[in-house]
């Protein structure tokens, strides 16, 4: 696709690809500096926001009627026509009341996630390096995406989303995935000084970069060129939105479920129906009950019930810090068994400091606060580190990469100036930094017709590098480490230019000395880790780091002792067949490559685990995609990695995704006590029914007194049963089998339990009604508020499996209590509200019906109470 020419004075604009750099900026009015703050926000009050155009929202007349897709409403429809047919206006109005009383509740659910998938998209929002002008030449910004112009001068490096449609004006080693622009699978390469034909397709322009497609390597400095819908992605499409709404997996197993107890349920109601037709019940009213009974029979409300539990747990992470991008990594977090975390930032402050420098040219070390200028060596290493550096500080203190910043704290509390630095030499080539090289290199013109390189990284990477280097160095830099300090070496030489310029390492350079820097532990990060031990998980710490750093890290955090725990890239890489058994024993991964990363995970997964992973960089994306639970880091953290994960931590706090796993656990319970509500009362009802009809008496409920038990009084308690956070110890308790059923044996044994204590004692109520010669309507009545009393306490009882209720403070979960109050009350009311009672085939219960049906109702209580305790002693 290639994007329009503009017009000017009626004669068509080249576009921006056919120009040079030079020209871009000419025409937009811009300059490698960026633009002033003013300019640029009359630029975006003239040209909008930059953002795609969202699909049309469904209106709400629109999503009230999707409520109606489903069989059992169609039954139900049904059903109000028959009673119409057979002149039962009264029955026919109060199903459409129902049916439109849940429709507008399931209307609201659904706009309560449309309007989550919108707070996603603030959270998740890109973020770009924006420069603007400044006394020394321009300050580095960083600002939503949403707020870019046409103009503006934006910075890029691997792992970023490309933000806008970019003309490039400097790009080193840069390589962009545009595959979903082009389709082409392999990134494509980048030249700024390329200018394309005027007539060319998007794979073609390698003089720019579009939004749409990320960073795969390199960085640059480029200027937006279009914004919004003005971008080639968005010619392509007008309604691209990223939120997946699809159904969890938990959801879809419970629909499935749901179906084939639909089955069994239909089976029985119709046997109910037929026996009740063989009696002489008139057939309309057989069919108008039996539907009636086949939505109190049928869970249908669970997956709706269930998403809202795990909406609730999403939004409650929130608050702690932890963004849900899918649904199913609620369910997931609560079967995690192992997190393999990364240490820097997340662990750790990401606070680095340079506290220690040695220089061979000194012979000595000593802290870096305490460096004097006049020292040479360390003054020297000082200033290499700072030219070899892509960090800035601007007015709200250090911008880029962490290590950088460092460097450049340390340079100015020692009275060295980078900005002197950086005019005396001039930046004319460099190697960028690659997790996987370990070092980076920079080419400055020295001032005297040659070429200085500067280089900083790893021990073991650069020393090699130099002609000055012993085994004393690298015993020094091994003890370092063993302190905690991340190790850096810095070297300088001159060398040829074309052989940086063509990514060869620079060779035989002179050894400047070593920076010890510190990134202390997070406060809480011992307490977290000692928190996911207690719950069965184990940590294991994956770094880049030195293992004599990673190890003395992992010590403080209780993960590991002994260097035999310690397992290197290098080790992994040369143990071939027996790397699984080497990855399954080892504590800490260190000097990590990224795709040894993936091959971690990979084979901690095939031993049975169900790992959470963590990661920032675009080479971390892998990783993230093979693990169960991919958390990305939401401040240090890539757009790529961000966009491969699951969860993302928007403190980068390790303490925060144990808050997430325990948010999964009680989440994943809530299903659980919602699922029991549901089934329990629906197998007390056919019980009932079922005794009725073997003791020929009269049909026990009719059907709109099914659907208020059902779809009125219990749908107001079973979604406040997924705002329950009595698990106070659920981080004490192991991680569940992530196999494991949700209706397994023991929801089973207190399904029967419940459902049959519920069914019998109604049943013997109803029935002593009739033997004393009550009316049906007074023995219905009474039937019905004992019930409605049953899904109370049920309520209740379903808080927990194995706690007992009384162990359980009511003011952990209010939404509850109101719920059963409402419920009652609302159940209490209807015999005097004009209309409804007489509806409901119901009259003013007394105070004879109440007393003597509550303890019966109450009685479920110690039926549960003493199962659990039953149960608990024989397990």
């Not at 656990?665 to 006590?673: G, M, T």
């Amino acid at each position: 696709m290639t994007p329009p020419r503009r017009e000017n004075n009626g004669e068509a604009e080249a576009p921006f690809q056919s120009l040079t750099p030079d020209a871009a900026l000419e025409r937009l009015r811009s300059s490698m500096q960026g633009l002033e703050t003013e300019e640029a926000a009359r630029r975006l009050a003239r040209e909008g926001p930059n953002s795609l155009p969202r699909p049309r929202k469904r209106g709400p007349v629109a999503i009230i009627l999707r409520q109606f897709a489903n069989p059992l409403v169609v039954l139900l429809i049904a059903a109000a026509s028959v009673s119409l047919l057979i002149e039962e206006p009264a029955d026919a109005l109060f199903i459409g009341a129902v049916l439109l009383f849940n429709a507008l509740v399931g209307a609201f659910q659904e706009w309560k996630a449309e309007r989550s998938a919108e707070a996603l998209d603030h959270y998740l929002g890109t973020i770009a390096r924006v420069r603007r002008p400044s006394d020394s030449g321009h300050t580095l910004i960083r600002q939503p995406a949403s707020q870019l112009v046409p103009g503006d001068v934006v910075e890029v490096e691997g792992g970023d989303a490309v933000p806008a449609d970019i003309r490039l004006l400097f790009a080193q080693t840069l390589a962009a995935d545009e595959s979903l622009l082009t389709g082409e699978s392999e990134p494509t390469s980048k030249d700024a000084q390329h200018q394309s034909a005027t007539e060319c397709g998007l794979a073609d322009q390698r003089g720019m970069i579009f939004a749409g497609s990320t960073i795969d390597r390199g960085r640059a400095v480029g200027l937006v060129t279009a914004t919004g819908a003005k971008t080639a992605i968005g010619g392509i499409s007008k309604s691209l939105h990223s939120p997946d709404l699809s159904d969890p997996p938990l959801v879809v197993r419970v629909r499935h479920f749901t179906r084939r107890l639909s089955i069994l349920s239909l089976l029985a109601v119709s046997a109910i129906g037929f026996a009740a037709y063989s009696r002489g019940t008139a057939l309309e009213e057989v069919f108008v009950t039996a539907v009636a009974l086949a939505v109190a029979a049928i869970p249908e409300g669970l997956p709706i019930a269930i998403t809202v539990a795990l909406s609730i747990a999403s939004r409650r992470m929130v608050a702690r810090h932890v963004i849900v991008r899918s649904l199913p990594a609620v369910e997931g977090l609560g079967a995690c068994t192992l997190i393999a975390s990364d240490k820097t930032g997340t662990l750790t402050q990401n606070k680095l400091t340079v506290v220690q420098l040695f220089s061979p040219l000194d012979g000595s070390w000593d802290s870096a606060i305490d460096i004097d200028t006049s020292s040479p060596g360390k003054a020297r290493l000082l200033e290499a580190a700072c030219l070899c550096n892509d960090a800035e500080i601007g007015p709200n203190g250090p911008v880029g990469d962490s290590v950088d910043c460092a460097f450049l704290m340390a340079a100015r509390r020692s009275g060295l100036e980078r900005a002197k630095m950086a005019l005396e030499h001039p930046r004319l080539a460099e190697i960028p930094y690659e997790p996987a090289k370990r070092f980076q290199a920079t080419l400055h013109d020295d001032a005297k017709g040659g070429y200085l390189a500067c280089v900083k990284g790893a021990a073991e990477t650069v020393l090699p590098l130099c002609a000055d280097s012993s085994g004393e160095m690298l015993q020094l830099a091994a003890s370092w480490a063993a302190e905690g300090l991340r190790v850096i070496a810095v070297a300088q030489g001159q060398v040829p230019r074309e052989a940086l310029e063509k990514g060869e390492p620079p060779q035989n350079l002179k050894f400047l000395g070593f920076a010890g820097i510190s990134d202390p532990l997070r406060p809480d990060a011992p307490l977290a880790v000692q928190r996911c031990q207690q719950a069965g998980i184990e940590v294991r710490l994956v770094t880049g780091d030195h293992p004599k750093t990673a190890l003395a890290v992992a010590s403080d955090l209780g993960i590991a002792q002994h260097p035999n725990q310690v397992l290197t890239g290098t080790e992994l890489r040369e143990a071939g067949e027996s790397a699984a058994a080497l990855i399954a024993r080892a504590q800490v991964f260190a000097r990590v490559e990224p795709m040894q990363k993936l091959q971690i995970v990979e084979t901690l997964r095939e031993t049975g685990h169900f790992v959470a992973v963590t990661g920032d960089g675009v080479n971390d994306a892998p990783a993230l995609r093979a693990a169960n639970v991919g958390v990305a880091m939401g401040q240090a953290g890539t757009d790529v990695a961000r966009a491969a994960a699951d969860l993302i931590i928007t403190d980068d706090n390790f303490a925060s995704i144990v808050n997430g796993i325990e948010e999964g656990r009680i989440a994943y319970n809530n299903v659980r006590r919602v699922t029991l509500l549901l089934l329990a009362t629906g197998f007390g009802e056919i019980v009932l029914f079922l005794l009725t009809l073997v003791a020929n008496l009269p049909l026990p409920l009719f059907a709109v007194q099914l659907l208020w038990l059902n779809l009125v009084t219990n749908g107001i308690q079973d979604i406040a049963l997924a705002f329950e956070r009595s698990d106070r110890d659920v981080l004490k308790q192991k991680p569940r089998p992530p196999e494991e059923a949700l209706f397994d044996g023991r929801m089973a044994e207190q399904v029967l339990l419940a459902g049959l204590y519920m069914g019998v004692a109604t049943f013997f109520v109803f029935q002593q009604a009739i033997a004393q010669g009550w009316s049906e309507a007074e023995a219905r009545t009474t039937a019905l508020l004992m019930m409605v009393l049953f899904e109370n306490v049920q309520a209740l009882n379903s808080r927990s499996e194995r706690v007992s209720i009384l162990r359980l403070p009511l003011r952990d979960n209010p939404v509850l209590i109101s719920s059963i109050l409402l419920a009652l009350g609302l159940h209490l009311a209807s015999a005097w509200i004009p209309g409804l009672g007489s509806t409901l085939g119901i009259v003013q219960p007394t105070w004879y019906m109440i007393v003597s049906v509550l303890p019966l109702a109450l009685g479920l209580v110690v039926v549960m109470e003493l199962y659990k305790r039953l149960r608990g002693r024989i397990l």
